[in-house]
């Protein structure tokens, strides 16, 4: 039996546990909860900056000068979030404010959220031994790949589920944004989250396969991240700034780019996060006792 | 012969203790193969290390030819009972037993998971919950996974470690139903068992392979018996001087032990001689064994 029926058997059953279990529920009850709250706090300062740029425009003799003054902040605020990129600006145009800045959040918190999904995939496994009823029955590695489609398929549905709900959210507070604009960005928006996604999920399946003990994968996971963010921090120094290369977060701006060329070095970024971490989860398997 | 399962100068270290240290032993085909020893022996970990689930410092492992620490080696080859595996309590018994079956790649995946889930005697748990087992439920279920689909080699980690006496013997007997079909190794801490059920055995203490061989040789069945003394004078040296007798001695307890040579006297020669000798001399005898207790054995040798 070749590895990808290995695999793909693995990751059925692995998926159907997850989905089974109330796990997932909690974790999309979760993830939906803290995107509805993040939704909810920038929708009312939206809805309250909007009324009052309104107000002004019937009250003020020159309303083009305020509309003009309310794209600017808009444009403000959006070149903060994405390193002020005039071609994504450009490109962010039609989209709702309230859908970037929930979008932008939560990418912020997403990595902390894949550690909470995965970090037991393996470790719990090897704590228990139950892994040992799968190693005489196939590959390690398609014990690892397995059970990194899963994670990812339920991690993926979540997100599109959580972004369709936002996107939604911006269609019936926005009579600007038409359901062609909606669903073009909706897939990129996704797109850019599945990326970003996998590669910290490779990063909870390497921590997962280094440790026996869950709880200590799980702390690692989230300690890797913090050491990321780290470097992202450190790096804005202008003597530093090479370190920031060696954090996902740096490619994550550009992951919404319009042109082919930004996004495919985002997208090669992530990739070769990805590529990295699972490669050596590989290696720690095939070599591990279990 | 052909082995089916080889050890050659295999070490396993953990840190700075040596848990195996040189161990080597030999299984054939269609044997049933008991793993002795005490706790701390090596014998999980020998165990382990022939199921490819440890990696070996030094030396080889052979089952069937294939390594078992190699990927996917040991796919169809073997059956494994862990010993201190917890079943994932999350899936119904019948969706587990499909699941491995599968993934091992058998014809009839359904039909080969209920065989064996029936074989041990659980066909009703199949949509049971593996966390509403019992105990002695899991192990059976775990027992039945490892004989799915007849793999040519069966390894059990105590197959009969904390069940009740009725149901570890249903095991003992499916065991001895599997002897001459299956090569089985056997790991456990229940000599008795061991010696009824096994044609030969490896001892081992602190790591190290202390004896190995068959069982006969391990309980020197073929060149000694005892005699339990009920009241009497013991004529030693008239014992002694019996044509191919080698030694007799007499334990406080009444247990006269003696030893002859195979190749000078057939064992139910000796033994009559020594019976008539003793009730010539109005010996009273209660009991006449052959061989010792592989307990015995084991704890002059641990």
């Known amino acids: ?290 | 012969m052909d082995h089916a399962l080889e050890l050659r100068e295999v070490v396993k270290r953990f840190g700075p203790n040596i848990a195996v240290n040189r161990v080597s032993l030999t299984v054939e085909r269609g044997q049933c193969y008991g793993l002795i020893g005490p706790n701390g022996a090596g014998k999980t970990t020998t165990f382990s290390l022939m199921c490819g689930y440890l990696f070996p410092n030094q030396g080889e492992i052979r089952i069937l030819g294939v390594t078992p620490q190699q990927q996917g080696a040991l796919k169809q080859k073997v059956g494994v009972l862990p010993q201190d595996a917890i079943l994932p309590p999350w899936s119904k018994v019948g969706f587990l037993l499909h699941y491995w079956a599968t993934l091992q790649g058998l014809e009839n995946p359904e039909r080969c998971a209920r065989e064996a889930l029936d074989l041990v005697g659980l066909a009703e748990t199949w949509n049971t919950a593996a966390q509403a087992l019992s105990h002695g439920m899991a192990k059976r279920v775990s027992m039945a996974q490892a004989l799915m689909g007849d793999p040519p080699v069966v390894l059990l980690d105590e197959p009969t470690s904390g069940l009740d006496p009725r149901i570890a013997a249903q095991i003992r007997q499916l065991i001895r139903d599997l002897k001459g079909k299956q090569t089985i190794v056997v790991s456990s801490h229940n000599l008795q068992e061991l010696e009824e059920l096994c044609d030969a055995a490896a001892i081992l203490d602190r790591g190290t392979l202390v004896q190995s061989g068959s069982m006969s040789d391990l309980t020197s069945i073929g060149a000694e018996f005892r005699v339990q003394i009920a009241r009497g004078n013991v004529p030693l040296a008239e014992l002694k001087a019996l044509r191919g007798c080698t030694g007799a001695s007499l334990e406080p307890s009444g247990i006269l032990t003696v030893s002859f040579d195979r190749s000078l006297v057939a064992p139910e020669e000796i033994i009559t001689c020594v019976v008539a000798l003793l009730a010539a001399r109005e010996v009273l005898i209660l009991s006449v064994s052959r061989g010792r207790k592989l307990e015995e054995r084991v704890l002059q040798l641990t």
């Not at chain 1, 083009?64 to 070149?79: K, S």
């Not at chain 1, 009579?175 to 599945?194: Q, V, Y």
């Not at chain 1, 399946?205 to 280094?210: A, E, F, G, I, T």
């Open chain 1, 1 to 290: 039996m070749g590895s990808i029926r290995e695999i793909s058997i693995i990751g059925e059953a692995e998926l159907r546990r997850m989905l089974r279990s109330a796990r997932a529920v909690v974790l999309l009850g979760l993830y939906g909860l803290f995107s509805l709250l993040v939704l909810l706090i920038v929708g009312s300062i939206s809805k309250a900056f909007q009324a009052s740029v309104n107000q002004q425009v019937a009250a003020q003799a020159n309303p083009a000068a305020i509309e003009q003054a309310y794209a600017q902040a808009r444009l403000g605020l959006l070149g903060f979030l994405f390193s002020g990129d005039v071609a994504i600006l450009e490109a962010l145009k039609e989209i709702p404010l309230v859908v970037v800045i929930v979008f932008k959040v939560t990418l912020v918190f997403l990595p902390a959220y894949v550690a909470l999904i995965g970090f037991d995939q393996l470790s719990g496994e090897l704590s228990q031994h139950s892994i040992r009823y799968l190693v005489v029955r196939g590959k390690r590695s398609s014990i690892l790949f397995g059970k990194f489609v899963a994670q990812a398929l339920l991690l993926l549905s979540l997100v599109l589920l959580v972004d369709l709900g936002i996107f939604l959210y911006a269609k019936a507070t926005n009579e600007d944004f038409t359901w062609l604009a909606m669903g073009k960005s909706l897939l990129r928006f996704w797109l850019a989250a599945i990326l970003f996604s996998l590669a910290y999920l490779s990063l909870t399946s390497l921590c997962s396969v280094l440790f026996r003990n869950p709880a200590l994968s799980l702390v690692v996971n989230l300690a890797a991240l913090f050491a990321f963010w780290l470097l992202d921090v450190i790096g804005r120094a202008e003597s530093l700034r090479l370190l920031r290369f060696f954090s996902p977060s740096q490619y994550a701006a550009n992951l919404l780019h319009p042109r082919l060329s930004e996004f495919a070095i985002s997208t090669a970024g992530y990739a070769g996060f990805a590529v990295l971490f699972l490669g050596a989860s590989y290696l720690v398997i095939r070599s591990r006792d279990v």
